[in-house]
């Protein structure tokens, strides 16, 4: 079923959804922004450059209204659009949040509207990237037992793959997404930190370390973190370790990192099988 859609923000997801609904067929009646020519260009992204607005009346066309923003400015969208905009009965109210509930949208001034969260496990750098990447993401879906569905038929007809978190489970799944994602750029920084401190220029050993990342992260995707584990831990190679430690001594921050890392790679050798308990609580000792 084809649905009246509005997004409120022209942002690299807000373009990248509209784009995706409007090529599978849904009416995209208003994309808004405070800046008209951020809205034309969404718009015309999005393949519909008459959607085009600042006006946030303007969804009161749609039947579906994402609000597409950042995390701390969903509330207060929401609130705008309960108490000074006129949206018909049984409005859905959508946003992409990974760590909001769907109903920090609902409020007493309206109850007639309805509630949904929809989170693409999935990171992207700008909106052309983003209409390649979300066909064949997963979508954390949330919100109202019977808005459900809609939210699987939205992310099926984006070519996203729906899945179902609980409401109260929503900070620790987004905890787990952001250390799969952000902390993963963190950590190859900090391996650039390291590889910096071998002389090379910052540029050079992000691209040495490049290389070594992607043949990771195929082995990982195939594997599994168990199966894909290498590396001195992994072989209960202490005396390595020791020497790693030396050497960052100079560097509280990184070796910090290094440590709390380790430790974590302990339990993963431990339940790979290829260390034993006696040199697991030998390493331990070292890494504490």
């Not at 859609?5 to 067929?25: F, H, K, M, T």
């Not at 923003?69 to 509330?75: A, K, Q, T």
């Not at 199966?227 to 001195?232: E, I, K, R, S, V």
């Amino acid at each position: 079923m084809n649905r009246k859609i509005a997004v409120i923000g022209p942002g690299r997801l807000g373009q990248s959804i509209a784009n995706l609904l409007c090529e599978a067929g849904h009416d995209l009646r208003a994309i808004v922004s405070r800046d008209l020519r951020q809205a034309v260009a969404a718009a015309r992204f999005a393949g519909c450059r008459a959607a085009a607005t600042t006006d946030l009346h303007k969804v009161v066309e749609a039947d579906v209204v994402m609000i597409a923003l950042p995390d701390d400015r969903i509330g207060e969208m929401a609130t705008r659009l309960r108490q000074q905009v006129a949206l018909r009965s049984g409005t859905v109210l959508v946003h992409f949040s990974g760590i909001h509930r769907a109903s920090i949208m609902l409020g007493p001034e309206r109850d007639d509207l309805k509630a949904l969260s929809l989170h693409p496990l999935q990171s992207f750098p700008d909106a052309v990237i983003g209409v390649r990447a979300l066909p064949g993401s997963p979508f954390a879906i949330e919100g109202e037992n019977d808005v459900i569905p809609l939210g699987e038929s939205l992310v099926r007809d984006i070519g996203g793959l729906p899945f179902r978190i609980d409401s109260e489970q929503k900070p620790l799944y987004h905890a787990a997404a952001c250390m799969a994602s952000n902390f993963m750029v963190t950590l190859m920084a900090a391996a650039r930190e390291i590889m910096t401190a071998c002389g090379f220029a910052e540029q050079d050993a992000f691209r040495l370390l490049t290389s070594l990342f992607k043949d990771t992260g195929k082995n990982l995707a195939a594997l599994g973190p168990e199966h894909a584990l290498t590396g001195p831990i992994s072989r209960g190679d202490v005396r390595t370790v020791e020497k790693h430690l030396k050497a960052l001594s100079g560097m509280p921050d990184v070796e910090l990192i290094y440590r709390v890392m380790g430790r974590k790679t302990v339990e993963l050798a431990r339940r790979k099988g290829s260390i034993d308990r006696d040199m697991a609580r030998e390493l331990l000792k070292i890494l504490a």
